[in-house]
């Protein structure tokens, strides 16, 4: 199995300055926004659509009761909001097609 590895912030910064050529405290002030908007419009419960990457959506969880899975005790749950993300069918087909090919 392939070693895993992890893209960091870091990376996308050093990608883009790479790229398009900008000085790097340029490049990740325009990460650092990119990635600012996307949690913001979450953050209102917006949907954020990247065409060809995915979809995020937050979702609201009800309360419900659940079970300590040490004790076995019920346990209330409280209501939140969680994040979804869903793969669009382009980015799903280039890592099945990646981890095909290795």
């Avoid at 969680?82 to 087909?93: G, N």
């Amino acid at each position: 199995m392939a070693e895993q590895s992890t893209l960091t912030r870091a990376d996308l910064c050093e990608a883009v300055h790479e790229e398009v050529g900008l000085s790097r405290q340029e490049c990740s002030s325009m990460v650092e926004r990119t990635l600012d908007l996307i949690v913001e419009s979450l953050e209102r419960g917006e949907t954020v659509k990247l065409s060809g990457f995915g979809v995020f959506q937050v979702r609201e969880k009800r309360a419900r009761m659940g079970r300590n899975p040490k004790t076995g005790e019920p346990a209330a749950i409280n209501p939140r909001r969680v994040i979804s993300f869903r793969a669009s069918q382009i980015m799903k087909s280039k890592v099945h097609d990646a981890a095909v090919e290795a």
